[in-house]
């Protein structure tokens, strides 16, 4: 049930741009994104809705592709504040389960 | 607004206590999660309700877990008897509806079982 996430970690300096994918097994019919900071809780991001739809939200957006059950998160010319986990969630067609993804460790360093 | 408000925020307890873990969600929050956060299993679901009734505890590990929402302002999450292996930190959340809107986070409670 739980989203594939890849790479499960990775180091970027500041300015470099990092792409973290989300897969589903399942029929999806939203993908959110959230970053959690160490000690707190996950912050949500963005919600997509449609197959194929994109979104931004500053130097950070991402895709949804339906048919392949699968989302990508980018993020471009990256900041110290982009460190955190950073976490796919997704809502099938049947009920409001929501399963997060196994994480992508972020870390910006200057 | 307040946000989702969980308590306590950290507890330390001995094996075979009760832990016992409380949650009021956003006013007009038709949803409640419970997660369980560790590094092995990252954040998993445990259980949902929807208006006040549980759809899916197929996530709560064991019989040793139990969680309740007696009304759209209260859910507990209880542990009887708690292990060791049920340290972990524990987040609620609520949503009007995943499949459109955003989650949002209690703070979590940090539960250690010694």
């Known amino acids: 049930q739980q989203p594939v996430q890849s790479p499960q970690a990775v180091i970027l300096r500041e300015g470099e741009d990092a792409v973290i994918n989300c897969s589903s097994s399942?029929?999806?019919?939203?993908v959110h994104w959230y970053r959690q900071k160490h000690g707190e809780a996950p912050v949500f991001l963005m919600i997509?809705?449609?197959?194929?739809e994109q979104k931004g939200h500053d130097k950070i957006s991402a895709s949804f592709n339906e048919k392949k059950q699968q989302s990508s998160l980018y993020l471009t010319a990256s900041q110290l504040s982009y460190s955190g986990t950073y976490f796919c969630g997704t809502a099938g067609y049947t009920g409001n389960q929501f399963y997060f993804g196994t994480g992508t460790s972020l870390t910006v360093i200057p | 607004d307040a946000g989702v408000i969980q308590s306590p925020r950290h507890e330390v307890t001995e094996m075979g206590q009760e832990v016992t873990l409380r949650c009021k969600p956003i006013s007009g929050h038709d949803y409640l999660f419970w997660y369980r956060q560790t590094m092995m299993r990252g954040l998993e679901l445990l259980i949902y309700f929807n208006n006040n009734v549980p759809i899916d505890d197929s996530g709560m590990p064991e019989d040793r877990f139990s969680a309740k929402m007696p009304n759209a302002s209260f859910s507990t999450l209880k542990i009887q008897p708690s292990e060791p292996r049920d340290s972990a930190v524990y987040f609620c959340?609520?949503?009007?509806?995943?499949?459109?809107?955003?989650?949002?986070f209690g703070e979590g409670s940090r539960l250690t079982v010694l």
């Open positions: 959340a609520s949503s009007r509806d995943t499949n459109t809107g955003e989650l949002f």
């Open positions: 399942k029929a999806l019919y939203s």
């Open positions: 997509l809705l449609k197959g194929g």
